[in-house]
Antibody, heavy 123, light 111 residues
């Protein structure tokens, strides 16, 4: 069974950088079978795709976040990470990591999600 | 843009429920597939995929859930609502991947 788990600070100061890591078990990022994604959910914006990353480090970002967002991958730890810079209160949300899209199986899109992590931006 | 309706659906136990999702563009991809999924989010939990490619049920999803539709108009139906179905339902498209987008969500509550 594929499982994902988000981790990182739950409180971030305004103008600072939000950093989260997703640890995957039950699947191998290195296999290259899937892209791995970050999502967030807030009352104001609902569910929002932020971006995804492949085992090679290739990324896709939501255009409106591209200037502030960096994703990275560590295949040795089976983890991928997110860094969002210059955060404001508008970045307060529940952040989810998920198995984004399968490269080889057209059925594989958003089939596994982490439990989510509430991150608050506040001084 | 994915537009769901209604945004809230009160349903009595054992009664059917229907949620619509309309896309502003065709969701038929160049490979002939339509990448429209339905997610369920129970209170306090993360989203769970119920339906993929319009009408295919995920493993473990009760057969009272069904998806239908084509091109721009899609529907999620629950034949007989049970208490465990309470939550928010989202349609999500992957046809324009990597730009995945979600509907606003429809809250299902028991009347």
């Amino acid at each position: 069974q594929v499982q994902l788990q988000e981790s990182g600070p739950r409180l971030v100061r305004p103008s600072q950088t939000l950093s989260l890591t997703c640890t995957v078990s039950g699947d191998s990022i290195r296999s290259g079978d899937h892209f791995w994604g970050w999502f967030r959910q807030s009352p104001a914006k609902g569910l929002e795709w932020m971006g995804n990353i492949y085992h090679s480090g290739s990324t896709n970002y939501k255009p409106s976040l591209k200037s502030r967002l960096v994703m990275s991958v560590d295949t040795s730890k089976n983890q991928f990470s997110l860094r969002l810079t210059s955060v404001t209160a508008a970045d307060t949300a529940v952040y989810y990591c998920a198995r984004d899209k399968s490269v080889y199986d057209s059925n594989g899109l958003l089939d596994y999600w982490g439990p989510g992590m509430m991150v608050t931006v506040s001084s | 843009v994915l537009t769901q309706s209604p945004l809230s659906v009160p349903v009595a136990l054992g009664q059917p429920a229907s949620i619509s999702c309309n896309s502003s563009q065709s969701l038929v991809y160049t490979d002939g597939n339509t990448y429209l999924n339905w997610l369920q989010q129970r209170p306090g939990l993360s989203p769970r995929r119920l339906i993929y490619k319009v009408s295919k049920r995920d493993s473990g999803v009760p057969d009272r859930f069904s998806g239908s539709g084509s091109v721009t108009d899609f529907t999620l139906k629950i034949s007989r609502v049970e208490a465990e179905d309470v939550g928010v339902y989202y349609c999500v498209q992957g046809t324009q991947w990597p730009l995945i987008t979600f509907g606003q969500g429809t809250r299902l509550e028991i009347k």
